[in-house]
């Protein structure tokens, strides 16, 4: 079936170093989308991509899709203590439109900082 | 800001019983999702609804689930006989367009006993 893996599984930091997680899908994306998970809390919508090979910037957060559209990460830079919880890519899959737009949602990176 | 709302916030059930969680999407939304957290792990797709019926579902939504469009605002999830293994966040999300993103709800988390 469809996958979406993401690696690393959790990530330490010292607050001011830089983050990045990976998102990779066993087929072919029509686009994907990044959301964050804070601890005992619910997905909050960051960002979607669409384009093949598409960078977005949020602030210090910059967002990738590969040119296969196949991958994506997610790279913060100087992280802070606001920037705790588990970080999701979610595909939706090619060929899906209209009324399904499921979204297959990756395993997740749970980014711990440190003051 | 418009938001999904759910409720309860949190279910506590014995097996074998039926459980209604409810959802309240946003207002001009028109596709709707039910998805489920098992604690530590990823969010799982169960099922998808627009125009008054199931447009897709997971090998996760069996003949124990039904989902329901009551009214113009309220969209649930009925599970009919609890198991265990249901205990779960469970998100209800809705979005607007073809391809905008989805709006999740705070979760009702389901505890089966």
């Known amino acids: 079936g469809q996958q979406v893996m993401q690696i690393p599984q959790y990530q330490h930091v010292q607050e001011g170093e830089d983050f990045t997680t990976y998102c990779n899908s066993s087929t072919t994306l029509s686009n994907i989308q990044w959301y964050k998970q804070r601890p005992g809390g619910h997905p909050v919508f960051l960002i979607q991509l669409v384009k093949s090979g598409e960078v977005k910037k949020q602030k210090r957060l910059t967002f990738q899709f590969g040119e296969a559209k196949k991958n994506s990460s997610l790279h913060i830079t100087a992280t802070q203590t606001t920037d705790v919880g588990t970080y999701f890519c979610a595909g939706q899959m090619r060929g899906y439109g209209g009324a399904t737009n499921k979204l297959i949602f990756g395993t997740g990176t749970l980014l711990a900082v440190q003051p | 800001e418009p938001e999904v709302t759910q409720t309860p916030s949190h279910q506590v059930t014995q097996m074998g019983q039926e459980v209604i969680l409810r959802c309240v999407p946003i207002s001009n939304h028109l596709y709707f999702y039910w998805y489920r957290q098992i604690l530590g792990q990823k969010v799982e797709f169960l099922v998808s609804?627009?125009?008054?019926?199931?447009?897709?579902k997971s090998e996760i939504f069996d003949d124990q689930f039904s989902v329901e469009r009551p009214d113009g605002s309220n969209f649930t999830l009925k599970i009919r006989s609890t198991k265990l293994e249901d205990s779960a966040m469970y998100f209800c999300a809705s979005r607007g367009g073809r391809n905008s993103e989805q709006y999740f709800g705070p979760g009702t988390r389901l505890t089966v006993t």
């Open positions: 609804f627009y125009n008054n019926e199931i447009s897709e």
